[in-house]
């Protein structure tokens, strides 16, 4: 579909189209599209924009995939469809591998989003097939099943829009996660050790500047700045600010456009 510039809600659109399109390329799950129906609300709530927490949690993230022995970047089916250059990009900056990891599994469906990365320019896919050969016991789904080179020995792992039981899982066996989830209620955005709160097509992008910004930092200052950080407290300040723009829309009883509310 030909989406008109002027169109008031063209870039959101143009992001739905996309995962459309990849949904019909085998690439996102039928359910990809209704987890994004429900990113898209909370993401208007938040005024559409990357929020000083968010990137607060953004830097934090850069510095723990700098720092990180065995960096891991998990990919799904809408993460593929929506950044796979970023997420190019910012594995070459952290050293991050890449690994496909899927709730909705299918050897046909890991091939088609192996082919997206290396068009995107990845060099290394993994998790592909048999390369799945290890099982992580904790986790119910078909996520359990890792790269013996990845996943599995990883120390950070970046899982953008995840499931809340392979978080606790991963979690519990002491890996720092950080995930990107546009809902800050989500058992994810709960269990996760970093949560950025932000569209993927803003905060991967965003990810990768800060991360080759912060690459010239020593170790020492990248530990403290990974370390200062709390989960809890910043999701609170998240919800505070979605508060702010319902009470500033309900005390106007009226309709606000988007830009005024990212204004507040
Ligand atoms: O590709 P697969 O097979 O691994 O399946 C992927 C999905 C997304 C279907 C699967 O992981 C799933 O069912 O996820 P959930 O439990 O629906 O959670 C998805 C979370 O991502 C929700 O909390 C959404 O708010 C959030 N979300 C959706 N779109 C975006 C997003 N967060 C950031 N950016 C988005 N564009």
């Known amino acids: 579909m030909k989406i008109p510039k002027e169109h008031p809600r063209a870039e959101s659109l143009r992001v739905r189209e996309r995962l459309l399109e990849h949904y019909k390329m085998g690439v996102v799950a039928h359910a990809g599209l209704i987890a994004h129906g429900r990113g898209e609300a909370f993401d208007y709530l938040l005024g559409e924009k990357t929020t000083k927490p968010a990137l607060q949690a953004i830097k934090t993230a850069a510095a723990a995939l700098l720092t990180a022995k065995h960096p891991m970047i998990s990919v ?7 950044v796979a250059d970023d997420i190019v ?3 070459g900056v952290t050293g991050a591998r890449i690994e496909v990891n899927l709730f909705y599994r299918s050897v046909e469906r890991e091939k088609a989003i192996e082919r997206v990365l290396r068009e995107a320019g990845a060099t290394e896919v993994l998790g592909i097939g048999e390369d799945a050969s290890a099982r992580i016991q904790e986790i119910g789904s078909e996520r359990r099943r890792v790269d013996p080179r990845g996943i599995l020995i990883a120390d950070v792992v970046l899982v953008p829009l995840e499931d809340g039981d392979r978080t606790e899982a991963l979690v519990r066996l002491n890996k720092k996660v950080i995930a990107v989830d546009l809902n800050p209620l989500s058992r994810t955005a709960q269990l996760a050790t970093v949560t950025i709160v932000d569209n993927i097509v803003r905060a991967m992008p965003t990810l990768a500047k800060i991360a080759k ?3 010239t930092e020593d170790q020492e200052k990248l530990k403290e700045i ?10 609170g300040e998240t919800i505070d600010l979605i508060n702010q723009q319902l009470t500033k829309l309900a005390e106007k009883g009226t309709y606000i456009s988007l830009l005024e509310m990212s204004n507040i």
């Open 226 to 235: 990974a370390s200062g950080f709390d989960n809890k407290r910043t999701l």
């Open 89 to 91: 990009k910012l594995a």
């Open 76 to 82: 799904n089916g809408n993460a593929a469809a929506l």
């Open 213 to 215: 910004e912060l690459k």
